[in-house]
């Protein structure tokens, strides 16, 4: 795997890593908050066709002080089609979302990085992202 070996940045990735979304919808189906900014929220509820207060109303959940979206019974995020397995917001998904497998806890070293490749195909295939691009991601959660 690229980024085996620690070099000039320090980090176990400093060569890149491959992570192409497969959009199979498996980190869709994992239990979570998936947070929400008021942007994001007009965004999505532009995409979708419905009110900011319709969006909220029908698939946010109040955390605190913000928004996540929120679950179907099964624990999968409620804008995953159930039929076709993908997400029904993926061109406007979240920056949460987008930004995943560059998760500081996903990247904490390559076990953690090889463990959530066992659930995401995406992961260790497809485009070689550069440890300045990695960081970046990172930077904006």
């Known amino acids: 795997m690229p980024g085996e070996q620690k070099g000039k940045y320090g980090a176990w990735y400093c060569g890149g890593l491959q ?15 998936v947070w929400v900014s008021p942007k ?19 698939c946010l959940i109040k955390v605190g002080s913000g928004f996540s ?11 995953l089609d159930s039929a076709t397995k ?10 949460q979302c987008s ?13 953690t990085w090889a463990k959530e490749g066992l659930l995401c195909p995406g992961m260790s295939r ?5 440890y300045e691009e990695i960081e970046e991601r990172k930077e904006e959660d």
Not at 21 to 31: D, E, K, P, Y
Not at 103 to 110: D, G, R
Request: with cysteine; charged share 30%.
């Open 126 to 130: 497809g485009k070689l992202w550069t």
């Open 40 to 58: 994001e929220i007009r965004i999505i509820s532009k995409h979708m066709e419905i009110s900011e207060e319709e969006f909220r109303r029908s």
């Open 86 to 95: 993908r997400c029904k917001i993926y061109e406007v998904r979240p920056e």
């Open 69 to 79: 979206i929120g679950e179907a019974k099964d624990g999968s995020c409620l804008m």
């Open 99 to 111: 930004s995943f497998p560059f998760w500081p806890e996903v990247l904490k070293n390559p076990v």
């Open 19 to 33: 992570f192409e979304c497969q959009q199979c919808g498996s980190c869709c189906r994992i239990s979570g908050l």
